[in-house]
Nanobody, 124 residues
Framework: QVQLVESGGGLVQAGDSLRLSCAAS????????MSWFRQAPGKEREFVAG????????YYADSVKGRFTISRDNAKNTVYLQMNSLNTEDTAVYYC?????????????????WGQGTQVTVSS
């Protein structure tokens, strides 16, 4: 099991960009598909983006496709979420999660480990 720590959240204006990072500790980081989820106040946690263990396969929610990019550096045990053209609907707590295998994980109950979350607030 991996331990995850997110960073990079903050307050930005609509149209701005932000990059989130998730540092993982534990063994064999490349053995885990990694994903970003987010949870807005009063809403359920939702999938944002995922990447396979080898970094070749990626998958995005329709709401962020073309604006967000997920990537990973297995040498640094880190996964990133580059967020461009942010809007107020992107305001949420963003969570990093590890799957149980190398594939992309899009469902919360299939995630084995979670970070503590980082707040992203987009003002109009």
């Amino acid at each position: 099991q991996v331990q995850l720590v997110e960073s990079g959240g903050g307050l930005v204006q609509a149209g701005d960009s932000l990059r989130l990072s998730c540092a993982a500790s534990g063994r064999a980081f490349s053995n885990y598909g990694m994903s970003w989820f987010r949870q807005a106040p009063g809403k359920e946690r939702e999938f944002v983006a995922g990447i396979s263990g080898n970094g070749i396969s990626t998958y995005y929610a329709d709401s962020v496709k073309g604006r967000f990019t997920i990537s990973r550096d297995n040498a640094k045990n880190t996964v990133y979420l580059q967020m461009n053209s942010l809007n107020t609907e992107d305001t949420a707590v963003y969570y990093c999660a590890a799957g149980r295998g190398t594939g992309v994980v899009t469902i919360t109950r299939l995630c084995a480990s979670w970070g503590q979350g980082t707040q992203v607030t987009v003002s109009s």
